[in-house]
């Protein structure tokens, strides 16, 4: 073979060399855009996993928000509750004082009665001694008044 010919002999083998790297370098970017591609398909598999976390996240933290402004709500009628029976409270201590006053005047009227009666017996006696003092001075009177005229 002539010098030229091996020259187009190297060549064509660093031709076919140079297709072979070119081919497999194609290979492997095919290989790796289509690995590339599923990851993409991946990753836009879990983007669509993180915007329902996402939704489902918005939810629950507007449950929460809602939930709280019940207990809100529940705890102002808790208060308002807690001052009505305060106020019931003081009412039946005031009630139980007034009735434990009416129960003590009450008992003072009884004895008051009791003591009353009494005095209106001793009294009663008083004035029956009173009537007997009274006939026995008018005989006394009239016995005077015999004794004289005899």
Do not use: P
């Not at 660093?14 to 590339?36: A, M, N, P, R, Y």
């Not at 879990?46 to 629950?60: C, F, H, P, W």
């Not at 009628?77 to 409270?89: G, H, K, P, S």
């Amino acid at each position: 073979m002539t010098s030229e010919a091996l020259q187009l002999q190297q060549v064509a083998d660093k031709v076919e060399k140079w297709d072979e790297l070119i081919k497999k370098g194609c290979d492997k970017l095919q290989s790796t855009f289509e690995q590339e591609s599923e990851v993409a398909a991946q990753i836009e598999e879990n983007m669509e996993s993180v915007r329902a976390a996402e939704d489902k996240l918005k939810s629950t933290k507007n449950n929460i928000n809602e939930a709280l402004d019940r207990i809100d709500i529940l705890h102002q009628r808790c208060q308002t509750i807690e001052r009505e029976l305060d106020a019931l409270d003081q009412d039946v201590q005031q009630r139980e004082r007034k009735h434990n006053g009416r129960a003590t005047l009450y008992k003072t009227m009884a004895l008051l009665s009791k003591e009353l009666k009494h005095l209106k017996n001793k009294l009663d006696e008083l004035e029956q001694k009173d009537e007997i003092d009274e006939k026995l001075d008018n005989n006394l009177q009239r016995i005077s008044a015999l004794f004289a005229q005899q």
